[in-house]
């Protein structure tokens, strides 16, 4: 498709540039050309009329290349969810300077990971331990999975914390 350069003001150009620009979309629109407009006034106007054809025809245009290259396109089976975390390995404290809000459940986290334990702490068996303890910090319903998950998987994003295998 040929790029054509439109007048955004065509007031402010002469009559021989509004004519030439009009061939041009005349041209991309399969409508015959002119060879002049009576006055500037009508030279406008008409210049605005093709111009609403030509940018719908353009839009047109790219659709059908979008639907071309989409079609052409091997199909490739689309995943509906994100990509899950198996957070059944142990946590650890990632180096990080980040200080979590008191009493927050990224403080308790950090705080926990933060002990020597004998047995290192798994995010499923945190999950289980931040369910117990914690409530929503603006409506004070329980705390579910996925929120728990949330919490640590955001953690870990950020680096503020390590998940082993």
Not at 46 to 64: N, P, T
């Amino acid at each position: 498709m040929k790029t054509i350069n439109v007048l955004s003001t065509p007031s402010e150009n002469k009559l021989a540039e509004i004519t030439a620009n009009y061939n041009e979309m005349a041209e991309a629109l399969g409508k015959n050309p002119i060879k002049k407009f009576r006055d500037k006034p009508t030279a406008i106007k008409r210049h605005g009329q093709i111009l609403d054809l030509y940018l719908v025809h353009v839009a047109d245009q790219e659709l059908e290349e979008t639907t071309k290259e989409k079609a052409s396109k091997p199909t490739e089976a689309k995943s509906t969810s994100k990509p899950k975390y198996d957070l059944s390995g142990s946590l650890s404290l990632g180096e990080t300077s980040y200080s979590p809000k008191e009493d927050s459940i990224n403080s308790f986290i950090m705080d926990r990971l933060g002990y020597d334990l004998a047995v290192p702490l798994t995010g499923d068996a945190m999950i289980d331990i931040i369910i117990d303890l914690f409530r929503r910090p603006r409506d004070g319903s329980k705390v579910n999975t996925t929120f728990a998950r949330l919490s640590i998987i955001w953690l870990i994003k950020e680096g503020h914390i390590e998940l082993g295998g």
